[in-house]
């Protein structure tokens, strides 16, 4: 029964979503595009491996953190004030999370697939890690939180504790973690400059 509360967490994780992509509508958030893009295409290759190694239910979590920064990848494109500029580095680890899916592509294999899915979410992720950290107010940290929760409520629609159902909702927790973290800890470092 438990498992049901993966429904729970698409819900957060959509509620979540929402109020980002409001924030990024409205100009207040500013959503790295290379890290949003590519957030949306490694989870979404991540749940069609566990989909095809058998993962269910589990699954659920993994798929709604692709679907979200989809929409968000999308509304960064209707307000001009949304627009963060991209810099070298954001390009050079926009190239890095893709080498991950393309050398998914190559091994076929659904383990192999979440290890570069997962490499490749977190390449992705540094851009807006280093951003929350450096310009907090560039950033709506809600979404974080709400995906935080979402990732562990996979845990209780786990069937078994193996590779293809722990590793992707254990990076989430990790990635999440992070990126909260860096936004609070850049809002207080900015509030305490003389």
């Known amino acids: 029964m438990t498992q049901y509360l993966v429904f729970l967490g698409v819900a957060v994780s959509f509620a979540g979503g929402t109020f980002y992509i409001k924030e990024t509508l409205s100009g207040r958030t500013k959503p790295n595009r290379v890290t949003w893009l590519m957030w949306a295409i490694a989870p979404l290759i991540a749940t069609s491996a566990a989909l095809a190694d058998g993962v269910r239910l589990a699954a659920l979590p993994v798929f709604m953190s692709g679907f979200i920064p989809l929409l968000v990848f999308l509304a960064s494109f209707a307000n001009s004030k949304s627009y963060w500029k991209l810099g070298r580095f954001d390009y050079l680890f926009g190239v890095s999370s893709f080498l991950a899916l393309f050398l998914w592509a190559i091994t076929k294999e659904p383990l192999i697939a979440i290890i570069f899915a997962i490499a490749s979410d977190g390449f992705a992720a540094l851009p807006t890690i280093i951003k929350s950290w450096k310009h907090?107010?560039?950033?709506?940290t809600e979404i974080f939180v709400c995906g935080l929760f979402s990732a562990f409520t996979a845990f209780f629609a786990l069937k078994?504790?193996?590779?293809?159902?722990?590793?992707?909702?254990?990076?989430?927790?990790?990635?999440?973690?992070?990126l909260i973290i860096a936004g609070y800890r850049g809002r207080w470092a900015k509030r305490n400059l003389p």
């Open 160 to 178: 078994t504790f193996g590779f293809s159902e722990l590793a992707f909702p254990i990076y989430l927790i990790s990635v999440n973690s992070l």
């Open 136 to 140: 907090p107010d560039t950033e709506s």
